[in-house]
């Protein structure tokens, strides 16, 4: 399948896709690979058009992340929209989290675990599916390593449109089960995220899945694009200007370049003046082949067989991995990841600091801004926004061990003052 | 320690609170038992206040519930609030729901599992530990069935003050963990929810406790007031008018009259129009001493011991049930309840139908919709708001056995074949 977008509104700003790797060209449709070089490809925009867009009228726009809609290929008539209506989440103003781990500047926490399935995917396939309904897709997939299966399920029950998700088999029961309820297909298949993603990937070319759009597959340029606008909003947030520091969590890498080009969209528009900005990138030890290449100053990325409790993370064959290296040389940032002991210790310190409950992908990304901090990559002079992508509900396995009640009394005031809670009180 | 609220902003509305039984009035402080009678206390507005207050000026500000802080008590220098802003959450239209269940007219789903821990707990929390921020206390506590320990833990978290909260020791562990990785006390209580309850209302006149507020025993009159808010949005999410049906779970029952409360104040301020509505409640076939008072036409409310599923509905000596029984009658609603079965299915069909996934208490709510429409208690042809209070992943074990993968397969097109996901296919 690949029509092109013939429904796609005159109001909208794209025009093209354009090739990463060689810059061809071609017409807005479900089409992922370059034809030339089997490069991914990306949405390309008319300029002028973003140009045009301006801060009140984004401003005047919903509370989710349609406020962006003039700067997003799709969905500029709410009623083409299969969404869940995502984004404008919290931006969480961290003091004691930066004192806590030697930051002096102001410290942001953007709490993406906010959104409707509780995960940034929300953004990114709201934005796909309604282009993927734009495109005549009958019925939404997606390989997933869990909170992505969620979203697709989620927004396809909304819609009422048939859902088909493939995940690995020995994802977190929450992420299965949260994904299951929703009714749709859930397919667990017995190996890696990469084996689930190139199954996908063999099954887009099957003529029995023509009318099915895969999400991060057949539709990913599209896709892609709705986490800019976890970008654009941290810059409204802020009084429309662009944070010194941002540490992102890495799983494909492409959150990271998308938050980038989101930060350089908003020069290029004006939306918001020129300053410099530092990207960072975090992953964990137990899949960390983008960090890896960066400590070697090269640009081969080897992949590699995830391990470790951060399974949303766990991309072993990053698709943009080369183009997170890019962003975070050009700017002058840094990567480094965080063991399984290190993430934990990070979601109880977020916890404790902000009331910000993270899955494990935000205990990485809060544990590598803490040594971030202490190898001195990161200036702890510089305003600094860390992401929280996840919702630590739906991993709870990973800390269950660690925190439970601290007192367990029978129901008596004699009891209670037996087992110390007296000598508790302030 | 009964200190009147010297810091009361004077654009708070609030003027004094007045006995719910005996009508005596008290200055504002942290008092919730009427010294004349032993009473419940509430909130005394100053009513030209209250229609001093226009939707322009509600609409100017911020999306949470402090955009009504003109009609609450504490809050009105954003300074001085103790909160993780949660409110203006999704007003969901759900056809495919209505139409599962028989209603013609439109029907609404209120999500309050959207807010920042997930329940509804969150808005009463705010303006309660507001206003003990402004009384004076040092320490914030609770009695809980789950979702207020998660929250008061994480507001005290957000706020850096010490917290200690009360449970019973059998709740879900998605609860206790939730709310023990904020790093407060946890006191896991060997007894029901009422005998929790019955101990923090000792301990609140401990010389040890004195400078701990309960937020729902010695700041109750505040507490209660937040559940306003959850009326005043749906109100202001129509265009500003009342639906015609509200269904609300019901464990004190105190959610119950505030959502009745909010919509005479909004028709006495002139924020709307005058219009019937009328008000239904769902308790669970475990916990049922409301409804059960209700269908045999008493007000005597007799004492359950609580069974089953909808832990955070178990409140078997609701301390508001009369109060509840009072709005229901007068509006002409009705009572219901649910047992363990219907509440599983009425999660799963909820998240069919919407894509939201509900905790226990939104699957009571939805399966005493349905039975509601089911006895023509409720007008199918009348628009109706339902409300789902909290989020399916705290209460995972209640549909945990009965969804999973549709389908285990190796990372192969053929083994998809053979497992029959092409004859899935659309």
Same mark, same amino acid.
């Given at each position: 399948?690949?029509?092109?977008?013939?429904?796609?509104?005159?109001?909208?700003?794209?025009?093209?896709?354009?090739?990463?790797?060689?810059? /061809? *060209?071609? !017409?807005?449709?479900?089409?992922?690979?370059?034809?030339?070089?089997?490069? !991914?490809?990306?949405?390309?925009?008319?300029?002028?058009?973003?140009?045009? =867009?301006?801060?009140?009228?984004?401003?005047?726009?919903?509370?989710?992340?349609?406020?962006?809609?003039?700067?997003?290929?799709?969905?500029?008539?709410?009623?083409?929209?299969?969404?869940?209506?995502?984004?404008?989440?919290?931006?969480?103003?961290?003091?004691?989290? @930066?004192? @806590?781990?030697?930051?002096?500047?102001?410290?942001?926490?953007?709490?993406?675990?906010?959104?409707?399935?509780?995960?940034?995917?929300? *953004?990114? =396939?709201?934005?796909?599916?309604?282009?993927?309904?734009?495109?005549? $897709?009958?019925? $939404?997939?997606?390989?997933?390593? &869990? %909170?992505?299966? %969620?979203?697709?399920?989620?927004?396809?029950? *909304?819609?009422?449109?048939?859902?088909?998700?493939?995940?690995?088999?020995?994802?977190?029961?929450?992420?299965?089960?949260?994904?299951? =309820?929703? &009714?749709?297909?859930?397919?667990?298949?017995?190996?890696?995220?990469?084996?689930?993603?190139?199954?996908?990937?063999?099954?887009?070319?099957?003529?029995? $899945?023509?009318?099915?759009?895969?999400? %991060?597959?057949?539709?990913?340029?599209?896709?892609?694009? &709705?986490?800019?606008?976890?970008?654009?909003?941290?810059?409204?947030?802020?009084?429309?200007?662009? +944070?010194?520091?941002?540490?992102? !969590?890495? /799983?494909?890498?492409?959150?990271?370049?998308?938050?980038?080009?989101?930060?350089?969209?908003?020069?290029?528009?004006?939306? =918001?003046?020129? /300053?410099?900005?530092?990207?960072? &990138?975090?992953?964990?030890?137990?899949?960390?082949?983008?960090?890896?290449?960066?400590?070697?100053?090269?640009?081969?990325?080897?992949?590699?067989?995830?391990?470790?409790?951060?399974?949303?993370?766990?991309?072993?064959? +990053?698709?943009?991995?080369?183009?997170?290296?890019?962003?975070?040389?050009?700017?002058?940032?840094?990567?480094?990841?965080?063991?399984?002991?290190?993430?934990?210790?990070?979601?109880?310190?977020?916890?404790?600091?902000?009331?910000? $409950?993270?899955?494990?992908?935000?205990?990485?990304?809060?544990?590598?801004?803490?040594?971030?901090?202490?190898?001195?990559?990161?200036? +702890?002079?510089?305003?600094?926004?860390?992401?929280?992508?996840?919702?630590?509900?739906?991993?709870?396995?990973?800390?269950?061990?660690?925190?439970? !009640?601290?007192?367990?009394?029978?129901?008596?005031?004699? /009891?209670?003052?037996?087992?110390?809670?007296? *000598?508790?009180?302030?």
């Amino acid at each position: 399948m690949t029509s092109t977008l013939g429904g796609l509104s005159t109001d909208s700003p794209a025009r093209e896709l354009v090739c990463r790797g060689c810059g /061809a *060209r071609f !017409p807005l449709a479900a089409q992922h690979a370059c034809f030339e070089c089997f490069g !991914p490809l990306e949405i390309g925009y008319d300029l002028d058009a973003l140009k045009r =867009v301006t801060r009140e009228r984004i401003a005047a726009g919903p509370d989710s992340i349609w406020r962006y809609a003039p700067l997003l290929p799709v969905g500029h008539d709410p009623a083409t929209r299969v969404t869940l209506n995502p984004g404008w989440t919290p931006l969480v103003r961290a003091d004691a989290l @930066a004192q @806590a781990i030697g930051l002096r500047a102001p410290l942001w926490v953007k709490d993406d675990s906010a959104n409707p399935t509780h995960s940034f995917k929300d *953004r990114v =396939v709201s934005v796909a599916l309604t282009a993927a309904r734009a495109l005549g $897709f009958t019925r $939404f997939a997606c390989a997933s390593t &869990g %909170n992505l299966a %969620n979203s697709v399920a989620a927004h396809s029950a *909304r819609a009422g449109v048939p859902s088909m998700v493939f995940i690995p088999a020995d994802l977190e029961p929450g992420k299965i089960l949260t994904t299951a =309820v929703y &009714g749709g297909d859930v397919v667990a298949v017995d190996g890696s995220y990469d084996d689930v993603n190139r199954l996908c990937s063999e099954l887009t070319e099957a003529d029995e $899945f023509e009318q099915t759009a895969f999400v %991060n597959v057949n539709v990913r340029p599209f896709y892609a694009e &709705g986490s800019r606008t976890l970008g654009f909003e941290v810059a409204e947030q802020l009084g429309w200007r662009l +944070p010194a520091q941002v540490v992102i !969590p890495m /799983a494909s890498g492409e959150l990271l370049t998308k938050i980038d080009k989101a930060f350089r969209e908003l020069v290029e528009t004006g939306l =918001v003046a020129e /300053a410099p900005w530092r990207v960072f &990138g975090a992953q964990s030890a137990g899949c960390n082949p983008i960090a890896t290449a960066l400590h070697a100053d090269t640009d081969q990325i080897v992949p590699v067989k995830p391990t470790g409790i951060a399974k949303s993370l766990n991309i072993g064959d +990053p698709a943009a991995g080369l183009y997170a290296l890019e962003a975070v040389r050009r700017t002058g940032g840094w990567m480094d990841y965080a063991d399984d002991d290190e993430i934990r210790d990070a979601i109880r310190l977020l916890a404790r600091t902000t009331g910000v $409950f993270a899955e494990t992908a935000g205990g990485v990304t809060v544990a590598v801004l803490r040594k971030l901090v202490a190898s001195g990559h990161l200036d +702890p002079d510089a305003e600094t926004v860390v992401f929280n992508t996840g919702e630590g509900l739906k991993t709870i396995d990973a800390v269950a061990h660690l925190v439970g !009640p601290t007192f367990r009394v029978r129901p008596s005031l004699r /009891a209670a003052r037996e087992a110390g809670l007296f *000598r508790e009180s302030l």
